[in-house]
């Protein structure tokens, strides 16, 4: 479907990503009359979508709290969740034709095991419900202008009644996330806490990780922050050439970065074989020292973790792994148990955004709306998914929160047709009428 720069419209959607293709369709469910318009700069949309989940996307997880999110405001993140749950998420995909399965730690994958599934899905809903989505349409500057916003193109200006900000943050530039949104909001009104990468590898100083290359392990990473409690984190850890990845590794890659926004150095230990704690390591050792005293000791880490890193751990500590473990002096077994209980992981750096999953940061909750994601700053403005400031761990949980944020926005709207017409009250800090909006992106 196709618009014209003057024909104006009830809603305007900039960003096509998982949460603007959302408002968008669920607005259209939910108010068939309002008209909808869809502006993204990438010629195909969706990008992000496309890459998610290896390829497959991870749509949600079986179970989605806010203690899986490090927004800071609690309540309004609770509020958003529980306006739309994981239940009706799966709902709503499998009525567009998109069963869903579990995989290990709850995530909710397409049956196909194809991402394109879930966009074409998406896609072929908008077509459906007649909303117009305008690809290769980047939007330069908005404005408040009566009735509404002026939203100014490389192909015309647009009018809509109301403005919905779905732009993503800045990670994966590659699928055209630039953080333009970020400006817009500045432009109406709104502030934005500081952005960090989040979900992004680990760049590890040494070579201790350089002979374990695609192992893959469970551990528990611990995040260590001058003046803050420390942050425990499960799951696996990738070994990697450059460093480390895996969900653990990767949730863990937001603590540092905003550990260093705040001027501070965190210190990242990993627990090699979590679950087990000094006492049960030393125990499995012993056991096994009485019933085979001639296992050599790398044998003995071994059966403990995966075999690559038991001998990349003996080799590291100074230790010859042939010694047999009935001969392993008692100060050299409590310090190797020690050390496979905070083994160091050396972060000079991460990948940063062209690897990120997502983006910490954004638009403070406070400044919308709890129950509407209406601005407070400019009424007839909305906001969904990564521009604010909310960001989980990895496993689906971004995602629902696009979901989420998605619905509670186009229900708002919905609700809010019939009064279309009224023109909303100027954004407090956004230029004069007939000013010239600036587009920064930062």
């Given amino acids: ?21 959302a ?22 949309p969706g990008a992000k979508i496309l890459v998610s989940g290896g390829g497959r996307c991870n749509v949600t997880n079986t179970v989605v709290t806010p203690a899986d999110f490090w927004a800071p405001a609690s309540p309004p ?44 899905a998406l896609l072929e ?20 202008e009566a009735p509404g916003f002026a939203l100014a193109t490389g192909r015309g200006v647009f009018r809509a009644r109301a403005l919905v900000l779905a732009t993503g943050g800045l990670s994966l530039p590659k699928t055209g996330s630039d953080g333009a949104g970020y400006a817009f909001a500045e432009a109406l009104g709104h502030s934005v806490a500081p952005r960090t990468p989040a979900l992004d590898p680990l760049l590890l100083d040494g070579s201790f990780h ?35 990845s895996g969900p653990a590794a990767l949730d863990a890659s937001r603590f540092w970065h905003r550990a260093r926004l705040r001027g501070r150095e965190a210190l990242l230990t990993v627990d090699l074989i979590p679950g087990l704690g000094f006492e049960g ?12 005293p001639r296992l050599s000791l790398e044998s003995a ?41 905070a083994w160091p992981l050396p972060v000079r750096g991460t990948r940063g955004y062209n690897f990120a999953e997502v983006t910490a940061g954004g638009v403070p909750l406070d400044e919308v709306d709890a129950g509407t994601l209406e601005s407070r700053r400019c009424p007839g403005l909305y906001l969904a998914g990564e521009i604010l400031d909310v960001d989980g761990r990895l496993g689906g ?25 009224a023109a909303p009250a100027p954004c407090r800090g956004t230029p004069p009428p007939g000013g010239r909006p600036t587009a920064r992106d930062r």
Wanted: aromatic fraction near 6%; hydrophobic fraction near 50%; proline fraction near 5%.
């Fill in 1 to 21: 479907m196709s618009a014209a720069p003057d024909a104006p419209a009830d809603v305007a959607v900039v960003g096509a990503g998982a949460a603007g293709l």
């Fill in 23 to 44: 408002t968008a369709a669920f607005a259209a469910r939910q108010a068939p009359a309002l008209s909808i318009l869809m502006l993204d700069g990438a010629r195909r």
């Fill in 77 to 120: 993140l609770r509020r958003v969740l529980r306006a739309f749950s994981v239940e009706r998420t799966r709902a709503f995909f499998e009525q567009i034709g998109v069963a869903l399965h579990e995989e290990p730690g709850g995530k909710l994958f397409p049956d196909t095991r194809r991402a394109r599934t879930v966009l074409d």
């Fill in 125 to 144: 809903e908008l077509r459906r419900r007649g909303v117009a989505l305008l690809a290769d349409h980047r939007v330069l500057a908005v404005r408040r």
């Fill in 210 to 244: 350089a002979a374990l290359t695609g192992v893959s392990h469970d551990v528990e990473i611990t995040v260590r922050e001058p003046g803050a409690r420390p942050v425990r984190i499960p799951g696996a850890l990738l070994w990697t050439h450059f460093g480390a």
């Fill in 281 to 292: 390591a030393e125990s499995r050792l012993l056991a096994l020292a009485a019933a085979r």
């Fill in 301 to 341: 880490v071994a059966t403990l973790l995966p075999a690559a890193v038991s001998a990349a751990v003996v080799r590291a500590r100074g230790l010859d792994g042939s010694t047999p473990l009935g001969r392993l002096r008692r100060e050299d077994r409590r310090a190797l148990v020690q050390a496979l209980l």
């Fill in 397 to 421: 949980f971004n995602f629902q929160w696009a979901w989420s944020s998605a619905w509670v926005v186009a229900s708002a709207l919905a609700r809010r047709a019939a009064d279309h017409a």
